[in-house]
């Protein structure tokens, strides 16, 4: 179990994120169209995951415009912006915004998502949804970098996910 803020009081996560070095843990997260997407269908890309409570909140919505805009030139790389929100939502926001450099996936079905990757808010007023944390895999699915936000209100560094890239 991780602890992490929301405004200041503490809420826990489930489990640890997979940390450096360990392979990522499979997914099977649903896309806009309904289809399913699996850890698999990525293979041979670097991938980011930006994964968040709700793409309808300022910082989420934040953090997917600026990976959006920061992936423009990174070879070989892909972004899935992650929550559980119903993939009409998501796909509604980055239509309206007009981003074309991320993939947005829905944990909303299954549920094993969170879980899985030890990211899922346990307690609290954001209990089920998906706590702010930045995954960046390797080719090969390897983390190679992972950050779970202490504060949910905040936002990711960037810099630090971004790095691992170059």
């Known amino acids: 179990m991780s602890q ?36 698999n269908d990525f293979k041979g890309k670097r991938v980011i995951l930006n994964i968040f409570p709700s793409i309808d909140t300022g910082v989420c ?4 415009r600026k990976f959006n805009e920061k ?30 450099n991320v993939i947005n996936l ?10 899985d990757y030890g990211l899922e808010i346990m307690d609290g ?3 089920a ?11 090969e699915g390897n983390v190679i970098h992972s950050q779970q936000v202490p504060e949910i209100g905040e936002e990711p560094d960037y810099l630090s996910a971004l790095k691992t890239l170059l």
Not at 19 to 28: C, D, L, T
Not at 106 to 115: C, E, Q, W
């Open 4 to 39: 992490i803020t929301l405004k200041g009081e503490k809420i826990n996560t489930y489990g640890s994120l997979p940390e450096k070095g360990e392979r990522a843990p499979h997914f099977e997260l649903i896309k806009s169209d309904l289809s399913t997407a699996t850890l």
């Open 61 to 64: 919505a934040t953090s997917v």
């Open 71 to 100: 992936a423009t030139g990174l070879g070989n790389t892909v972004v899935l912006c992650i929550s559980r929100d119903l993939p009409f939502a998501q796909k509604r926001f980055v239509d309206d915004e007009g981003l074309e």
């Open 106 to 115: 829905s944990d909303f079905r299954d549920r094993n998502f969170g879980k």
């Open 125 to 127: 007023p954001f209990e």
């Open 129 to 139: 949804l998906l706590s702010r944390v930045v995954i960046v895999l390797d080719e």
